[in-house]
């Protein structure tokens, strides 16, 4: 009977206490629970409590090396809530950028980790008159590493010997999204009057 409540997607009283008793866990054992968490908090509206969540792991777990995803995750958060709440939308998008800000040491040089801190800016310039500008230049400056990024990657594969169809085909997605996100951004500079 226990592996069907847990199955189940929810925190109830009897799911919490058959995973302790059975499984041995606590609930928010890993960084994963309490992305699980935050996604569950997220799906229901409830935005302060997914952000309350990561922050609190992040904060008892200081040194975690999945912080770095907590913290995009509630940099995103705080965005989504900028988008719904126009009142506090300005305070919402600086604590984006304070939990953005706190990846950009361990941001590796990944096209997709990168390609969601340009996310992050962007998203920011667009509901923050305050920052659009700033954070476009920003959301620009990320793109410019992902492109030299992905010509490194180009030459890397191109050397083989016999490059592997999906590398090829990896490499030509990435381009055609990095290229579509360039241009969307440069209309946006543009429409803004910010260059």
């Not at 890397?156 to 990435?174: G, M, N, T, W, Y």
């Amino acid at each position: 009977m226990w592996s069907v409540v847990l199955l189940r997607d929810d925190d109830s009283v009897l799911s919490i206490l058959i995973r302790r008793e059975h499984i041995g866990w606590a609930p928010d054992s890993t960084s994963g629970d309490v992305l699980r968490r935050m996604s569950k908090y997220q799906k229901k509206g409830r935005y302060d409590d997914a952000i309350r969540a990561g922050v609190m792991w992040t904060e008892k777990y200081p040194d975690a090396g999945s912080n770095v995803w907590l913290y995009m995750d509630v940099s995103a958060l705080y965005l989504l809530k900028a988008a719904k709440d126009g009142e506090h939308a300005e305070e919402d998008v600086k604590r984006a950028l304070l939990y953005r800000d706190k990846v950009l040491p361990f941001a590796s040089d990944g096209l997709y980790s990168l390609q969601q801190l340009a996310a992050i800016s962007e998203s920011a310039g667009d509901i923050s008159a305050a920052q659009r500008c700033v954070q476009y230049r920003n959301a620009n400056k990320i793109l410019d590493r992902m492109t030299v990024l992905l010509g490194e990657e180009k030459d890397r594969v191109a050397r083989q010997f016999k490059p592997r169809p999906d590398d090829v085909e990896r490499i030509k997605c990435d381009s055609d999204r990095l290229d579509a996100t360039v241009n969307r951004l440069k209309g946006k500079l543009r429409h803004s009057a910010c260059q």
